[in-house]
């Protein structure tokens, strides 16, 4: 079982235009089925900057899957659905790659990739890095 979180910032685009920046907090709990082997379940607060105009926080959750390569390097994805104060909710996929540096012998830091893709009418996408912590046990 592991318990991490993050923290990410990132310059967003629409159809290959600006779309501002964003910034999350992602909490997750992963659970080991088999050995290497993770199932996910994350939650999401999320805060978009559009280039003119107001923020707009968003809240949500994920569920994925995740295979440690190593000790240290790790791969996988997760489905992920936001929700905006008072609007509909949006869909994406997010594939994740990333280094744990271990601090101790139970808490790592980690360093990740992120090429997330909106899904449906979600036209939104980009490459994010992030930073967080996750402690094994």
Known sequence: KSVGGGFTYAKLSYDGEDA???????????????????VSVG???????PPVGDAVTNTGFGIG???????NIYAGAAYNS???????????L???GGYLHGLSESVHLDVNGNY?????????????LGVGIVSFF
């Open 82 to 92: 936001n929700t905006p104060d008072g609007g509909d909710a949006s869909t994406s």
């Open 43 to 49: 939650f999401t607060m999320l805060t978009i900057t």
């Open 65 to 71: 899957g995740y295979y440690n390569i190593n000790d």
């Open 116 to 128: 997330m893709m909106g899904m449906g009418d979600n036209k939104a996408g980009g490459i994010t």
């Open 20 to 38: 501002g920046s964003m910034m999350s907090i992602n909490p997750d709990v992963r659970y080991f089925v088999a050995d290497g082997i993770a």
């Open 94 to 96: 997010n594939i994740r």
